[in-house]
């Protein structure tokens, strides 16, 4: 029996208006199958975007959904997560608007280890707002504001995410659709703030500038150059070189910070 996607999709909002061969919507469908998979309440679940393409995602999304600022996404839910503790807050947005405008509150984020799970969509750019470079951008890479290719080292998410204090970082890619739900109900379920960083394509912004030829040749690029976590460790300095990880890259348990502001608000009502 098939999948039934619809019962989680917004009345009168599909087609979509992601390009053809975005990995977006390979990325929504693996977030609801996890939704569908864990049993959330979608009337108990809250997912936050910013702006940008990737951003777009909660609006077809039959759940409470809070479409912001850019690159504020991460100061919204704070704010439904402190409001409301019991809420599942999910985050959803792209490379630019989590780490660009977005990044000091990432950050933040990710060192109060909040109840919340951040779904970064990595496709290296920015896709909606004109091809710029983002912080994930490649070097060398081209972007409508880099054409003779970017001098600037891209940020590792994952890397930014676990030294920034998150308790639950993950990591894979639009190829390996089957593995994102997965991916994304482990992190729900932790108990702290998570960050599972999807690398995604975008033919249209980034594919065509950097002379993909199709969006397979592109979703092909993602699957060889990606590593499982558990074969990395049989793989040698020289074996790994230019690849990048997948799978539950870190976790660890940690106060969660609603619980022990609750302690803090506990003390004062005391005094």
């Given at each position: 029996?098939?999948?039934?996607y619809d019962?989680?999709?917004?009345?009168g909002?599909?087609?979509h208006?992601?390009?053809?061969?975005?990995?977006?919507g390979?990325?929504?469908?693996?977030?609801i199958?996890a939704?569908?998979?864990l049993?959330l309440d979608?009337?108990?679940t809250?997912i936050?975007?910013g702006?940008?393409?990737?951003?777009?995602l909660?609006?077809?999304?039959?759940?409470?959904?809070l479409?912001t600022?850019h690159?504020?996404a991460?100061?919204?839910?704070?704010?439904?997560k402190m409001?409301?503790p019991?809420?599942?807050v999910?985050?959803?947005g792209g490379?630019?608007?989590?780490t660009?405008i977005?990044?000091n509150?990432?950050?933040?984020?990710?060192?109060?280890?909040?109840?919340?799970t951040?779904?970064i969509l990595?496709?290296?750019?920015?896709?909606?707002?004109?091809g710029?470079f983002?912080p994930?951008?490649?070097t060398?890479?081209?972007?409508s504001?880099t054409?003779?290719?970017?001098p600037d080292?891209?940020f590792d998410?994952?890397?930014?995410a676990?030294?920034?204090?998150?308790?639950?970082?993950a990591r894979?890619?639009a190829y390996?659709?089957?593995?994102?739900?997965k991916l994304i109900?482990e992190?729900?379920?932790?108990k702290?703030?998570?960050?599972?960083e999807?690398?995604d394509d975008?033919p249209?912004?980034?594919?065509r500038?950097?002379k993909?030829?199709?969006?397979i040749e592109?979703m092909?690029?993602?699957?060889?150059?990606?590593?499982?976590v558990?074969?990395a460790e049989?793989?040698?300095?020289?074996?790994?070189q230019g690849?990048?990880?997948?799978g539950v890259?870190?976790k660890?348990?940690?106060?969660?910070y609603?619980?022990?502001?609750?302690?803090?608000i506990?003390?004062?009502q005391a005094?």
């Open positions: 029996m098939a999948f039934d019962k989680y999709i917004r009345p909002k599909l087609p208006i992601w390009c053809p061969g975005c990995g977006h390979i990325v929504m469908k693996g977030l199958r939704i569908d998979s049993q979608t009337k108990n809250a936050v975007s702006i940008g393409c990737a951003s777009r909660p609006g077809y999304m039959d759940c409470c959904t479409h600022a690159g504020r991460a100061a919204f839910a704070t704010g439904v409001a409301k019991e809420m599942n999910i985050l959803v490379d630019g608007d989590g660009a977005g990044g509150h990432f950050i933040h984020a990710c060192r109060r280890n909040i109840d919340m951040y779904i990595n496709n290296k750019i920015y896709g909606m707002t004109g710029q983002s994930a951008t490649p060398g890479a081209k972007a504001t054409p003779y290719g970017n080292p891209p998410i994952a890397k930014l676990i030294g920034a204090g998150a308790t639950f970082v894979g890619t390996h659709a089957t593995q994102i739900d109900a992190a729900i379920q932790h702290g703030f998570s960050v599972v999807i690398l975008c249209t912004t980034y594919g500038r950097n993909f030829k199709s969006v592109m092909n690029h993602l699957k060889e150059t990606s590593v499982p558990k074969a049989k793989m040698t300095a020289e074996q790994l690849k990048v990880l997948t890259l870190y660890e348990e940690k106060p969660e609603t619980a022990e502001y609750a302690k803090v506990e003390r004062a005094k």
